[in-house]
């Protein structure tokens, strides 16, 4: 659907369009597609809400979460960590210990097909409530 398109069915300005449909596409979220014979944009997004979903997890942890662990690492790394107190310290580590261990189980996740994704997101439901219950 080209851009002009967009902005008349969702009743905006087109310049909100564009600066959406460019935010879209620095996340993968959509992407141009030439309809032959019109020299419009066209843009296009996956039907697949499982490969959306890991598109947004994907670009989520690029953004945000790897960067947090970058600078965690660099304040684990400079000469004036040491000066922090003990408590201020353990937690940096522990923070960046936690952040490193769900990055990993993240990118694990990411390499499932959608189907075993379900499943153990299911299966993870059970072990919930399981664990609730475990002394």
Same mark, same amino acid.
């Given at each position: ?7 008349? !069915? ?34 296009? !997004? ?8 890991? !598109? ?11 960067? !947090? ?67």
């Amino acid at each position: 659907m080209p851009a002009d398109e967009i902005a008349e !069915t969702l009743s905006v300005a087109r310049s909100n369009v564009s600066n959406s449909l460019k935010e879209l596409q620095n996340w993968n979220l959509i992407q141009i597609v030439h309809v032959m014979g019109n020299r419009k944009d066209h843009f296009s !997004t996956s039907t697949d809400v499982w490969e959306l979903f890991k !598109t947004v997890v994907r670009e989520r942890k690029e953004r945000e979460f790897d960067p !947090t662990i970058h600078i965690l690492k660099a304040c684990l790394d400079s000469p004036d960590f040491t000066q922090e107190s003990q408590g201020a310290q353990q937690r940096i580590e522990e923070t960046l210990a936690l952040m490193e261990s769900l990055s990993e189980w993240g990118e694990d996740m990411l390499e499932l097909d959608h189907e075993s994704l379900l499943r153990l997101m299911k299966i993870g439901n059970k072990v919930k409530f399981l664990f609730k219950y475990l002394p």
